[in-house]
């Protein structure tokens, strides 16, 4: 169904399309990485219900990627070293902010994922090295624009062995999720 959202794509069709550009039957997939955000509510939880069906479909491997990891791959991978704040839009007027050390070939956690106000980010960039994100420069002049590439989740992939079951997947969520129902 067509209603002129076009961030309601055809998954499975883009999928499909990969895998034929590819050439690569369904049946040869064994493992499928997920990025698990922090992101988008509704996308990453399309892509772990898409993961989920094909590890009860097909038997695959799941792995579960963190959008900050991989976007400090993805810096490395850039040729950005040194320093950085990962800084990816929480909404409600925060975001989701973390530290890495980049070297070539190598990165590491040095503050863990946290929420953090726009005047706190702004704080960290004038006391630190680069911010870098998806969307960093609409926030904070200055900034590097990085966003999580498919090959970088790839290559994060390759080599790791923490698979997770798709019924204990879960989504990187640092603040409580509330639903309201509507009333009539």
Partial sequence: MDNGDHRSADT???????????HVEREQIDCVAVGIGPG??????AAIALAQGWQLGR????????SVECLAAQACAEGLFGRVEVV??????????????????AWRETEPLRLATLAQVRERQG?????????????????????????TLGRLA????DFVAGEEMEP???????????SR
């Fill in 12 to 22: 499975l069709g883009m999928v499909e399309a990969v895998l034929r550009k590819g």
């Fill in 40 to 45: 988008s509510y509704t996308g990453i939880r």
């Fill in 59 to 66: 038997g695959v491997r799941l792995l579960a990627i963190s």
């Fill in 88 to 105: 990816i839009d929480a909404q409600q007027k925060e975001f989701y902010l973390a530290g890495y050390d980049i070297q070539a070939g």
């Fill in 127 to 151: 006391a630190s090295g680069a911010l870098i994100g998806p969307e960093a420069s609409r926030w904070f002049p200055g900034s590097r624009v990085v966003f999580p590439h498919a090959t």
């Fill in 158 to 161: 390759l080599g790791r062995s």
């Fill in 172 to 182: 990187i969520y640092l603040r409580e999720t509330k639903f309201v129902k509507h």
